[in-house]
């Protein structure tokens, strides 16, 4: 936001109302104030929505490294247990290995689509509602920032 000087100020209250003041007039002092009160609240309103932009995208790695941990530690664990469980079936019954294998396979396959398909949703359901908390957050602001600009001017 610019800051306009004493002279400036007194060309623009000229140009809009049509009325004389000089640079030393006591409104003008006020309007001077005024403007470096509504810069500095538009700088800290700025610097907060940063810090909570920052604050938003930190909480979101967070929650999907939560809820990512428990996917790769249970594709971990059906990973181990297919192995052994691979081991000991070719150990015990070579002519059947193929069809045990296919079996499993698919057993594994649906439970990790089921699993996978369970915690996307989750995800995604999640990101909708920051999504849209946000979105609510930036539409109140702005809506705030319209008020704030017609009332400033409009005085």
Do not use: C
Request: hydrophobic share 55%.
């Amino acid at each position: 936001m610019k800051l306009l000087d004493a002279d400036e100020l007194v060309a623009r209250v000229f140009a809009k109302t049509g009325l004389k003041i000089d640079a030393d007039d006591p409104a003008i002092h006020d309007m001077l104030i005024q403007q470096a009160v509504m810069a500095a609240v538009l700088e800290n309103f700025q610097q907060q929505q940063a810090e909570q932009n920052r604050q938003t995208t930190e909480n979101f790695q967070v929650a999907f490294a939560e809820t990512a941990a428990p996917v790769i530690a249970a594709t971990e664990q059906l990973e181990r247990q297919k192995k052994y469980l691979l081991a000991e079936i070719m150990q015990a019954n070579a002519a059947d290995l193929n069809q045990i294998e296919n079996k499993l396979l698919g057993i594994v396959g649906q439970k990790m689509q089921k699993k996978v398909g369970q915690e996307q949703q989750a995800f995604l359901d999640s990101l909708k509602m920051l999504l849209l908390n946000f979105a609510v957050a930036w539409l109140i602001v702005w809506v705030l920032v319209q008020i704030a600009l017609v009332w400033w001017f409009g005085h």
